[in-house]
Structure formats: structure tokens, C-alpha cells
């Protein structure tokens, strides 16, 4: 295995920064090292979320954002996260072709990665890459990801502001989810707003965040997009800003940057711990175990005590 | 704690169904001798997995399979996972009342689950719920669950045969999900087919499962439904029974219980390993590094291999 270059990853260079990244994915067992000697020079990047359905326009719109942030002499890292086929380990995503207006800017950076599992492996490697991104001196960290349910809540952990994207044809999922996409978004984007049904959408919408009362202080806001046109990106954008300084005004990006490095601490000590569980021969055990499937009497529970039984944490 | 009857819960008693299920779900710690206990009778109940959107009618067709179910002399264990908020710890679907045509029949149990953060939790607790309702005698458990990424993954993990429910505005779920979603369906229901863009959607399906040519055998099939008037239900229903054949023929029952078994085991090694590994002492050490975050120089990664050092697996 390769070292990677602290100072030359420090320094900004994509190469370095493309290889670090494929270190955290693709053998995490192996990027503590490097984690802990670039984490001195991790803290000054804001995080993003974008998370939504698919079909509701996300790589779109983060393109735009994309734009503006550039306009402010901003530099940008995207991990644009995947769900991953446990079967062929392949991305659900991986055939997409997308933001290729920005390939010839050196200032951005973007990267698809692969979510596996459910072993909160979404969460801890992409956090992981995004230290590495703002390390190496990104100044926002987009994390995009599809989702309804756990990816949404993987990314509102992650990010400073977390944009929920719905189109007007979401009205079924928004009221299926409203209480939990109450407490995700920090904006939702009624993307394609140029769409029929826009209006209704916008209303239904505004009517369920008139509800949630949960008083954190800051309250969702919506704000119509057409990402294709170009339109209402100014405004998705002055409202990030808002947020932005919300927080730190009252102290939440703080609170924020502890839950985030207290669920990295328990998702490595997850991951090495299960490392460290499954020895060859505990793994020939569970093998023998499957292999007289037919006439099994042991639960899988009883399986799994006796394998523990004589470990002392 | 209260002990629970297991010779009572094999007779089917629906209040100590209900009070096994709630210790698996709410206390996972202490249900490994209850799984053990009915391991002997678990087995003969065939899984039925539903995925698809918010809004594309899967508690209205699992109500229609019900009846067929019924018609058939057969008992249905559903078990409908809620993706959870990791806010609250409420359960994001709770507002709505379902299934309640049920309520006066005895072969029908109908439960609703939490599914709880990222530790692949939903996938064991699930299983295990899954297991009770097996060992009382259910013929067919119905795991029902909204998803797109990660939550439908975990139900063909848990399921003999995965209906994915689309309707015809998922066209662009459809694209963006389809390597994904050829894996996991067995079967795709298009609901809602009296919509229109039924036809169009159709076609589309169609055609991305012409593409997919990797041979299991098994070819997926779409059955057009409109779950609200009753229609193509039968056909549904014949699918399955088509299904559940084929997987009898070819031995894949056999292939899929093993998986089972052995994601189980994984499961409850990872979850008992935490449980075990957060003594008091090391959660006040985290929790001393969180009061200090402002001049935290140690990585998530340094620490985590800090707590982690001198324990031997």
C-alpha cells in the first residue's frame, strides 16, 4: 500500500486528493493514519446536504450552486453519494453522466462514492472524505445523495445545512414523510417549479411546515427553483447564507461538529471492532454452521452468543 | 422484565406475539433467549417482501394479498417498518391508520415497526419480528417498507420473494434506480394503472428488464395493478404463488435461508459487540473529548483506535 502525501493533499492536489478518497472507500481498515495527520488542518469547510428523491433534479441544482459559489471565489468538493447493489457491489447511480460543465475549473471537485451496506458505512466514509476535501482546502462540501428514509438522515447528520429537494409530483412522499422531513431540511427546494401543480405543491408544503412548531429556533424555509432555467438559485442561495449564519450565531455548528465526531468515534470503533471479531476460524465456525443449514436447531442469536462467549471488552 | 411464555406464544396468543416483538424491538439485549427458545419452530413461514415510493399504494395492495391470503386458509403476519427519525425516535409514518378492514380477523396480525439509525438494526429486528410471528404459526410474513436505496436492499435481504411498487409517475425513479432495482425485484407491481402515463411507464419498465440479461433463472415481471379498485390482484396473486415455486425447484429457498442466517449472525455479533464495548468508562472518555471539541486536535479515528487498544478479539 501506497503512502499518500499529507503535505502534497494539504497543498490541494487532485491527485492526491482522488487517491485519499479511494483509500477511505476502499479499505478503511488501512485511512486512520492518514485521517489523524490531516485532521490539525480540518474545521474551516462549510458542509451541505442535498438529498431528494430521484428525478428531482439534485445534480442540476447542485451544478448552480456550484456557479454561485465560484462567483464568491469559493472553492467546492462534491461527494455525490451512491446506493450500492450488495449483490454486484456495484452503484445503483454509477451510469450517469452529470456536471460535466465544470470539468475544466480547478476549484472544483467532485466525486462519486458508493454507500455500502447498512452498517453506517454512508455515514462514516463520506464524512471521512469530506475531512479529507476540507483538509486539502475546499471551502464547501456538497453531499449529495438519493434518498427517502435513512440517507436523508445519514446526510442531516453530516452537514452544517441540509437541503431536502422536492418537485411538485412529490405531494404523495411529502405527506408520507412530513414529520420527518420536518426535522431533516433546513430549506427544502420545490425544484421544477415551472411545472404543473407547482402552486398546490408550494401550499401543501407550506401548510405542514406551519405545523411543526418544534421551536430549535430556526425555522424551514421553501424556496421554488427551475435549476434548469436558472431560476430562483439567488434566492436558494441568500438563504444558505442565512443559515449559515444562523448557526453560528447560536452556537449549532458547534452542537453540530460534536454529534458528528461522537458518530465517528462509534462507527470506526464498529467497523474495527467486527474486523477484529471475525478471525478465520470464527468465520469457518458460522460456514460450518450454514453448511448444515437443513437440520439447524441453534438460532442464529445462540450462533452468535456462543461466539462471543469467552470475549471479555 | 417479564419472562415470555413461548408455549403460549406458539399457540398463537396475540398479546404475547405483541409483547415479543416489542422486546425485540425495543430491547434487543435481552431477546437472544426468546430467539432461542423458538428457533425449533421457525421455518415453515413463507416471507413476502414490499418495497416501492411513498405514495405508490403499498398498504392498499398488502390489504388486497391479505384477502387472497385469507380466501387461501392462510395466516398473515405484516410487519411495516417505519423509517425512523434518529431525532425523536418516533417513527416517521406513525400518524397514519391502516389496514383497518383487518381488525375483526384473528389470521391477520398487523404490527407496526421502528427501524432504528444505521447499524443494519432494521434488517435484525425485523427478521427477528419476523421469526415470532413464523414460530405462532403465521403462514406468510408480509415485511412492508418504504424505500429507495437502503431500506428496500434490507428486505430482499429478509424476503423470499420482493414485490418493488411503482406507479406511473415513477418514470424517473425508474431510470435513475434501474441497474438497483433489477436485483432486488422478484416482482414489480405497477399500481395505480388506471392513471394515466400507465401505458407509457409500462413500456419503459419493459424494456430496462429486457436489458437485463443476468440469469438466476428467475425473470422479473410486472403485473399491472390498481389496488384500489381490486384490479390485477389475482394476477399478483398468481405471481407469487409462480415464484415461490420456482424458488422451491431451484433450491434458492435454501440459498436464501442461509444468507439469512448468516447476515443474522453478523448482526447480532455487531450489535452485542457495542453494547459490550461502551462501558461507562469509555463513554465518559468520549464524552470528555466532545466538552473539548473547540481545541480537539485528535481525529474520530485516533481516538477511536485509542479506546480501542488494548483489547484483544
Redesign the interface.
Known sequence: MTTIDVQKLISGDIRTISRAISRVENDPGH??HL??S???H?GSAYRLGVTG????GKSTLVDQLILHFRSAKLTVGVISID?T????G?A?????IRMAGHWDDRGVYIRSMA?R????G??VNTQ?AG?ILDAAGMDVIVYET??????E??IA?AADTTLVVLVP?S???V???K??LM??ADLFVLNKSDREGANKAYTELSSILELGTESTGWEPRIIRTSALQSEGITELYTAIESHKAFLAEHGDL?RK??SR??N???G???Q???E??W?SERSDR?HE??AG??S??????????E??AD?S?
Not at 447493489?85 to 454486484?88: G, I, K, R, V
Not at 445503483?92 to 450517469?96: N, P, Q, S, Y
Not at 438519493?146 to 440517507?151: N, P
Open positions: 485511512s486512520d485521517l489523524t490531516i485532521y490539525p480540518v428523491p430521484p428525478g428531482s446506493p447493489s450488495p449483490f454486484t456495484g445503483v447511480l454509477g451510469d450517469r454507500s451496506g447498512s452498517l453506517g454512508l455515514a471521512e475531512d438519493v434518498g427517502v428514509g435513512q440517507a438522515l445519514d447528520q409530483e405531494g404523495d412522499e405527506q408520507a414523510l414529520s420527518g426535522e431533516i458547534r461538529r460534536q465526531y461522537k465517528r468515534v462509534e470506526v470503533v464498529r474495527r471492532l467486527t477484529m471479531f478471525t458460522l454452521a450454514l443449514i437443513d439447524m436447531t441453534q438460532s442464529p442469536n445462540a450462533l452468535a452468543r461466539l462471543i470475549l471488552l
